[in-house]
């Protein structure tokens, strides 16, 4: 009885703010000149183009302290914000190169997020998404001064995912998701070069694709976000096949996974 008074009040409560709304795999945005700091992603609104926000995922660049350059970026851009429906999408870019570690290879990641919202109400938004991920990568090998290696590999998926925000009160929000990656190929090509002697080399070509079944799956995540001026603290719990960001791909064992950010928006 306790726990049904507690949620009457909520929702008795004066509707949250526009600018409460979760923004993360949502068409939302911060506003434009906002500046949002947080443990995983440092965002900025584009004050000269309203419907533009630019950021990068912060966690990658402990890999310098490793010998391993990375970048990343990620640019959402809105193409309206009705009364009942929002549309965006989401590019990103990511760049990983090896050499530090005295291995040739470079890593690129592109992914590409469609986003749409529909207001049902004041309080519960319906949310759907799709992305198409991209991984690529090269590299070469010598084993000796007559042998030499090279090849690449591209691996792509698509994830698609429903959403549910639920505005319980001013400051409190509710989430849940729902998950799927329904498609996950790669390809690849091999070159190997063999000197047998100073006029005579042999060259090696092998090419392939398959579809990796490992990684298709599934989660569902349910989690809370509380908002109090700039401050923001979501928190939560999810099961099934971990999405890594960035990357993008899904881990292929199936497990509980927590739900953590907290940010500031300036």
């Known amino acids: 009885m306790k726990l049904v008074a507690f949620f009457t009040l909520l929702l008795a409560a004066q509707p949250a703010a526009a600018d409460e ?27 000269g183009v309203p419907k533009l926000e630019l950021g990068t995922y912060t966690l990658p660049y402990v890999s310098f302290a490793f010998k391993v350059k990375s970048f990343n970026a990620h640019a959402k851009y809105q193409f309206f914000d ?15 190169d090896l050499a530090g570690l005295d291995v040739d290879a470079q890593i690129g990641i592109v992914p590409i997020q469609l986003l749409a ?27 000796d001064e007559a042998t030499e290696f090279r090849g690449a590999v591209a691996v792509d998926n698509v994830q698609t995912w429903v959403s549910l925000m639920l ?54 995540l349910l989690a809370a976000q509380y908002s109090r001026q700039r401050f923001r603290f979501r ?32």
Not at 22 to 45: C, E, H, N, V
Not at 91 to 96: D, G, I, K, P, S
């Open 82 to 96: 009705k009364e009942h429906w929002t549309l965006a999408a989401n590019l990103a870019v990511a760049y990983v």
């Open 235 to 266: 928190f939560g719990i999810g099961y099934g096949n971990y999405n890594i960001p960035v990357i993008n791909f899904i881990v292929p064992a199936t497990t509980p996974f927590p739900e953590l950010d907290i940010s500031w928006v300036f």
């Open 167 to 220: 505005q319980l009160s001013r400051g409190w929000t509710l989430y849940l998701e729902s998950r799927a990656v329904s498609s996950t190929q790669a390809a690849g090509r091999a070159d190997a070069t063999f000197s047998i002697d100073d006029r005579t080399t042999v060259d090696v070509t092998a090419t392939g694709n398959a579809s990796i079944d490992e990684l298709r799956g599934g989660s569902s």
């Open 21 to 47: 709304r979760i923004t993360d795999d949502t068409p939302y945005k911060i506003p434009s000149g906002a500046f949002r700091a947080g443990l995983w992603k440092l965002q900025y609104g584009i004050p």
């Open 117 to 143: 919202a529909r207001r049902i109400g004041k309080r519960l938004t319906l949310g759907l998404g799709v992305m198409y991920s991209s991984i690529s990568g090269e590299g070469s090998y010598n084993a």
